[in-house]
């Protein structure tokens, strides 16, 4: 019950945080958000991809 509580204190503390820099920063928030998540979701799949797909790559003998 203890790691709940901190997490969801944890968790609400960030959110506190990025709400307070998204309103103090209107423009660099609105770039964080619209630009650099989709660059930061599209680079976690070819990150992930490539791992996955690398070793099977190597095994088989394509590369």
């Known amino acids: 019950?203890?790691?709940?509580?901190?997490?969801l204190h944890f968790?609400?503390?960030?959110?506190?945080?990025?709400?307070h820099f998204l309103l103090q920063h209107k423009i660099l928030g609105f770039l964080l958000i619209?630009?650099?998540m989709p660059l930061v979701t599209l680079s976690a799949v070819c990150i992930c991809s490539t791992v996955l797909v690398l070793?099977?790559?190597?095994?088989?003998?394509?590369?």
């Open 55 to 63: 070793p099977l790559a190597l095994a088989f003998g394509y590369l």
């Open 11 to 19: 968790e609400r503390m960030c959110d506190g945080l990025v709400e």
């Open 34 to 36: 619209f630009i650099g």
């Open 1 to 7: 019950m203890t790691w709940k509580t901190r997490l």
